[in-house]
RNA sequence: GGGCCCGUAGCUCAGCAUGGACAGAGUGUUGGACUUCUAAUCCAGUGGUCAAGGGAUCGAAGCCCUUCGGGCCCGCCA
């Protein structure tokens, strides 16, 4: 709160001196570093209406204001801008104060939100495509609960699609073995061996597509041996997949199937009611003849057959809490974090009570802007609360990562999961795990070896994690595997170090700090920018959470980190006599916080490295 | 043909929502700093017609229009 009780004070001061000057809406906002601790723009907005130049008009407002509390003095730069000096002597104090109190950063949210992400087609194993999805998802659902708000994660697998039939095909009557090679997960071996093998074989064989389609149908009609292959296969590939994710920190709350929500009778509600709303066309003539159509778009086709986006409606409805719930629930199992991931099912499960959503989060990438739109637009018709499309841009790879899979380019490629081009998951983590565990070996002989593991497992998720987030969403990831192996410079565990380090002083520190201490003392530029930052946290998860947007707390991070690593290179704290209290408390602070916003990214903040 | 995203330093990216103070990081490159709380670090130097053009504005990287370049979407696939 600390900062925000600076920005409101000088607001308030401003606001007295502009009285009875035209209104306008000015901003107070944390000063750029050498121009005090907050600016207002209050002079330029109100020079027109003045007929003054901004800089005149600043000097004068400067002049009626009547500084005090946290404010402690302000004056007019001749570029037009009225810089509001902070009182260090309370704000340090009352920064510190903030930042060792529970919650610190949040508690302002009180919606009740739905987030999906995930959602991988359960016949092959993640590859960093997918990982951007799931750590986007976990992320964005973590600066919502940050926040405040009330969070349900959902994974949507979809157990009934095409890509389902092909391994399904594969396995029943290609003669794909229904077990792995030793030392390969299922969900690779289905993706890479059975998968690729069909779909490479399927190309120039219309006999085998159409045996796919066939199966496609069984799947869907449920009581076939087709459907019980799947269902089997599916299972056994989600549980590797969820493996992965939870390698990488992430949790869900609920799984939910598409076969179920195809079997639940939801379609046909969802269907009525748009055909009764009018939304929902026959089409009797034309290209589409004899479809259910939305804007063009087929929904149903001529044989009776629902598509995708006519799966996606109901389950979006659902989401939303717009439907009667046609599902009890039942325990999936505990996950690492401790937490019960339940999953939803057609009978023998229990009922539960569910909150209507204040609004769903469906992270997909923004190839599926169109079909999202669509579906948001049919949800805002329905009524109920927003239904958002959170895009973004997806994963492509670097032209030399392209290479060593094989792919003749000089450009970069798109991965194909099809066509087995694309860097996996789990090999990218192992990958990273064995070099972090190299540099902390390297750093620490004589550690044990659970010790290193654990700190290499926090390294390489932090790494991942970072890499998947600290752009923006709207901007596509060329994945190169050089370049993602990195641990220095704008990483992770650069963040990362710079809390170990900061650990380490706490620790030999003769005495634990006194945060009622007198902080007056901390008067260095270094120690300042480093305050600054710190009572700055919530304004930073505020402005995630609004925008969505998980690079901000990602960016924030990195400031804080290269704050204290100034501070470290430039002051000592444990031997800095009168100071030392206030430096260790700072210290103690960014610790804290830190640790608290690599939290809210996903990325553990090891003690030691 | 219609629509979406991107274009800022050699490379990877912030900044654009809410226009104003010298366009910032990382990386690369050059030089420097470990008998001192971990050098996965820090300091200094290097590096920019903010894709181009026009418009509105006292003021544009940011807003509007046009053009160019790159990626993507528009299926009775999912």
């Known amino acids: 709160m600390a900062y925000e009780a600076l920005l409101e004070a000088a607001r308030h001061m401003i606001d007295a001196a502009l009285s009875g000057m035209p209104r306008v809406e000015y901003v107070v906002e944390p000063a750029r570093p050498g121009f005090g601790d907050a600016s207002s723009n209050a002079a330029f907005l109100m020079s027109g209406a003045m007929k003054m130049r901004p800089a005149e008009l600043a000097a004068r407002i400067a002049e009626r204001c009547r500084p005090g509390g946290l404010v402690s003095g302000v004056e007019a730069h001749p570029s037009g801008y009225l810089n509001v000096r902070a009182d260090w002597d309370v704000l340090s104090g009352r920064i510190m104060e903030s930042c060792m109190s529970a919650g610190y950063g949040g508690g302002f949210g009180s919606r009740s939100t739905v987030v999906e992400h995930t959602s991988v087609n359960p016949n092959k194993a993640l590859h960093i495509g997918h990982v951007r999805n799931v750590v986007i998802g976990d992320t964005i659902s973590r600066i919502l609960r940050k926040a405040g708000d009330r969070v349900t994660v959902l994974n949507y697998v979809d157990d009934s699609g095409l890509q389902v039939a092909d391994v399904v095909l594969g396995f029943t009557q290609m003669g794909y073995d229904t077990e792995p090679p030793p030392g390969k997960k299922f969900d690779a071996y289905c993706g890479d061996v059975v998968y690729v093998g069909v779909t490479e074989r399927a190309g120039d064989d219309p006999g085998l597509k159409e045996q796919s389609r066939k199966i496609l149908a069984d799947i869907e009609r449920g009581d076939t041996e087709s459907a019980k292959v799947a269902a089997e296969v599916t299972r056994r590939v989600l549980a590797d997949q969820l493996e992965t994710c939870w390698s990488l920190g992430v949790r869900y709350d609920m799984l939910n199937y598409e076969s179920q929500v195809v079997r639940s009778g939801l379609w046909r509600t969802a269907f009525g009611k748009m055909k009764e709303m009018g ?53 999936y199992g505990a996950q690492p974090d401790g937490t019960m991931l339940y999953e939803s099912v057609l009978e023998g499960g229990r009922r539960m009570e569910r909150e209507a959503a204040d609004r769903v989060i469906t992270v997909i990438d923004s190839r599926q802007a169109d079909l999202q739109k669509t579906v948001s637009d049919i949800m805002e018709r329905f009524g109920g609360g927003e239904y958002i499309h959170l895009g973004y841009e997806a994963v492509t790879l670097s032209a030399a990562t392209a290479r060593t899979l094989g792919v003749q380019t000089h450009t970069g490629s798109q991965m194909s999961g099809r066509r087995g081009i694309y860097v996996g998951a789990d090999q990218m983590y192992a990958k990273l795990r064995d070099r972090a565990a ?41 994945f190169d595997m050089e370049r993602s192996t990195r641990l220095e410079g704008d990483t992770a565990p650069y963040l990362q170090y710079s809390h170990a380090r900061a650990r380490r002083i ?49 960016r924030y991070c990195h400031d804080l980190a290269v704050a204290f690593n100034t501070f470290y290179e430039s002051y000592k704290v444990i031997g800095a006599g009168d100071l030392e209290n206030a430096r260790l408390c700072l210290t103690g602070a960014f610790c804290s916080v830190i640790s608290d916003a690599l939290g809210v990214l996903g990325i553990p903040a090891p003690e030691r490295m």
């Open 279 to 331: 939304m929902a066309t026959l089409a009797r003539e034309g290209e589409n003849a004899g479809c259910w159509v939305i804007r063009d778009k087929v929904i149903v086709r001529s044989n009776g057959t629902a598509t995708y986006m006519a799966k996606d409606i109901p389950y979006a409805a659902w989401k939303m809490g717009l439907v009667e719930d046609p599902f009890t629930y039942r325990e």
């Open 438 to 478: 190299e540099e902390t070996y390297k750093r620490n002989p004589d550690m044990n070896e659970d010790m290193v593991d654990a700190i290499s497992r926090a390294v390489a998720v932090g790494a991942i994690r970072y890499e998947m987030i600290r752009q923006d969403l709207g901007r596509a990831i060329t």
């Open 506 to 554: 706490l620790e030999r520190a003769a005495s634990e700090p006194d945060y009622t201490g007198d902080m007056s003392v901390l008067i260095q530029n270094k120690e300042r920018a480093m305050l600054r930052l710190l009572g700055m946290y919530n304004i930073v998860v505020g402005d995630a959470y609004r925008n969505l947007s998980p690079k901000v707390v990602a």
